[in-house]
């Protein structure tokens, strides 16, 4: 046979009509063969869920998801009755049967609350209760199209390799995008010129939000004409935006204070509680801190997570299944020695992490500080059996660290 008349020995195309044609001992095989046939190994080969399994997700009503969550995420109260509700409503309108014309659109979420507030752990353990893929991204990485940077499109790629390249798998998991807020726009109008991190990259992720048929890199990475693409559908996909939103305490404190001049005002009913203003946000606020209406209009949930205060932090220290206090008795069982912290040394902790401003992330640096020197000698003393951590012991090995690169201004 001569070169110019072989043809892909599956699809009978010749060597004009491919972009490659591999040899083997009988035949040729072209790329586009060998793509398919790698996908279809991947579907068949994938430990992920059967397609009986795919049909429908159980979901727990919403008060059985925020029992769920109270075992994890200590405090929230609100922010985790608002989540559980869309939950279940999103997950319902997947496993819906009836088709009677009216269709229920998807219930995005947008969390707004300070850092170590807990929002990348309630949207974590969400996906851990429903057992389905999860995936957390990073808003600030993604540009526009055709600037350095990463495609919008990519979110979806690290969606499916976590769902092991099961494409319907992936279409019913939960992406998490993280700092959400640093893509807005500067000013409150529509920028005349291009701001291709930040207004640009609101504009590519209408079409993921809203639901759509996405053409998505399987290994990420920019597009090109070359390339195998994989077509996932969005439709079913649950996206929870999260944000700390720096600066729009002001924006809401501005609203409030225009409400409440006038006359008729009644001053009881509209006392504002001034520790905690994102408890008041509106659509308005966002669109006045700098996102797009579009973009707004796809996150209908809003789920504003408060500062955490005294009590809260010293809850978390003990109470959660995966709590610091249980996390380092662990690790010192490996060891076969006993941990324990005396009271006020939890107290302690807690006293230094309001200090520092940064929230249960707080918690771990400070603790980290006081345990590190017992982490680095113990596991060499087999002699040692038991470690009880006092307030002396605490605030001396504390007192040895820089913490005041912990500060936030």
Same mark, same amino acid.
């Given at each position: 046979?001569?070169?110019?008349?072989?043809?892909?020995?599956?699809?009978?195309?010749?060597?004009?009509?491919?972009?490659?044609?591999?040899?083997?001992?009988?035949?040729?095989?072209?790329?586009?063969?060998?793509?398919?046939?790698?996908? %279809?190994?991947?579907?068949?080969?994938?430990?992920?869920?059967?397609?009986?399994?795919?049909?429908?997700?159980?979901?727990?009503?919403?008060?059985?998801?925020?029992?769920?969550?109270?075992?994890?995420?200590?405090?929230?109260?609100?922010?985790?009755?608002?989540?559980?509700?869309?939950?279940?409503?999103?997950?319902?309108?997947?496993?819906?049967?009836?088709?009677?014309?009216?269709?229920?659109?998807?219930?995005?979420?947008?969390?707004?609350?300070?850092?170590?507030?807990?929002?990348?752990?309630?949207?974590?353990?969400?996906?851990?209760?429903?057992?389905?893929?999860?995936?957390?991204?990073?808003?600030?990485?993604?540009?526009?199209?055709?600037?350095?940077?990463?495609?919008?499109?990519?979110?979806?790629?690290?969606?499916?390799?976590?769902?092991?390249?099961?494409?319907?798998?992936?279409? !019913?998991?939960?992406?998490?995008?993280?700092?959400?807020?640093? %893509?807005?726009?500067?000013?409150?109008?529509?920028?005349?010129?291009?701001?291709?991190?930040?207004?640009?990259?609101?504009?590519?992720?209408?079409?993921?939000?809203?639901?759509?048929?996405?053409?998505?890199?399987?290994?990420?990475?920019?597009?090109?004409?070359?390339?195998?693409?994989?077509?996932?559908?969005?439709?079913?996909?649950?996206?929870?935006?999260?944000?700390?939103?720096?600066?729009?305490?002001?924006?809401?404190?501005?609203?409030?204070?225009?409400?409440?001049?006038?006359?008729?005002?009644?001053?009881?009913?509209?006392? %504002?509680?001034?520790?905690?203003?994102?408890?008041?946000?509106?659509?308005?606020?966002?669109?006045?801190?700098?996102?797009?209406?579009?973009?707004?209009?796809?996150?209908?949930?809003?789920?504003?997570?408060?500062?955490?205060?005294?009590?809260?932090?010293?809850?978390?220290?003990?109470?959660?299944?995966?709590?610091?206090?249980?996390?380092?008795?662990?690790?010192?069982?490996?060891?076969?020695?006993?941990?324990?912290?005396?009271?006020?040394?939890?107290?302690?902790?807690?006293?230094?992490?309001?200090?520092?401003?940064?929230?249960?992330?707080?918690?771990?640096?400070?603790?980290?500080?006081?345990?590190?020197?017992?982490?680095?000698?113990?596991?060499?003393?087999?002699?040692?059996?038991?470690?009880?951590?006092?307030?002396?012991?605490?605030?001396?090995?504390?007192? !040895?660290?820089?913490?005041?690169?912990?500060?936030?201004?």
């Amino acid at each position: 046979m001569k070169k110019k008349d072989v043809k892909c020995s599956f699809c009978g195309k010749g060597k004009d009509e491919t972009l490659l044609l591999i040899a083997g001992i009988e035949g040729y095989i072209c790329d586009k063969c060998v793509g398919q046939t790698q996908q %279809i190994l991947q579907k068949e080969m994938s430990p992920g869920k059967t397609d009986d399994d795919l049909k429908s997700i159980k979901v727990l009503k919403p008060i059985e998801i925020n029992d769920f969550l109270n075992e994890h995420v200590i405090g929230q109260d609100f922010a985790k009755k608002v989540i559980a509700v869309a939950v279940y409503n999103h997950y319902k309108r997947i496993n819906q049967n009836i088709d009677d014309g009216v269709e229920l659109e998807k219930s995005n979420i947008i969390m707004l609350g300070e850092t170590g507030t807990g929002k990348t752990l309630i949207a974590r353990t969400i996906a851990k209760m429903l057992e389905v893929p999860f995936c957390i991204v990073d808003a600030t990485v993604f540009t526009e199209a055709g600037y350095v940077g990463e495609d919008v499109e990519s979110i979806l790629s690290r969606l499916l390799q976590v769902a092991d390249y099961n494409v319907e798998l992936a279409e !019913r998991g939960i992406v998490y995008i993280d700092e959400i807020d640093k %893509i807005a726009r500067k000013l409150d109008n529509p920028s005349i010129t291009r701001d291709v991190s930040g207004e640009g990259v609101q504009q590519a992720l209408l079409k993921l939000l809203e639901g759509s048929d996405v053409l998505v890199p399987p290994q990420g990475g920019r597009k090109h004409p070359e390339q195998q693409l994989t077509k996932i559908n969005t439709n079913n996909i649950l996206f929870i935006c999260g944000g700390a939103f720096d600066g729009i305490n002001k924006v809401i404190a501005k609203r409030l204070q225009t409400q409440v001049i006038g006359y008729g005002v009644h001053k009881e009913k509209d006392k %504002i509680d001034e520790e905690n203003y994102l408890q008041y946000v509106t659509p308005l606020d966002l669109k006045s801190f700098g996102l797009i209406p579009e973009l707004i209009g796809r996150l209908p949930v809003i789920a504003p997570v408060n500062p955490l205060k005294r009590d809260t932090l010293r809850k978390i220290l003990t109470l959660p299944k995966n709590s610091l206090v249980k996390q380092y008795q662990k690790l010192f069982k490996y060891e076969d020695i006993v941990l324990t912290f005396d009271e006020e040394v939890l107290d302690y902790i807690v006293e230094k992490a309001l200090e520092f401003k940064l929230g249960a992330r707080g918690l771990r640096a400070i603790c980290e500080a006081i345990m590190t020197d017992a982490m680095f000698e113990l596991p060499s003393e087999s002699r040692v059996k038991t470690l009880k951590v006092d307030l002396e012991y605490a605030t001396t090995k504390l007192s !040895r660290i820089d913490t005041t690169k912990l500060k936030v201004a």
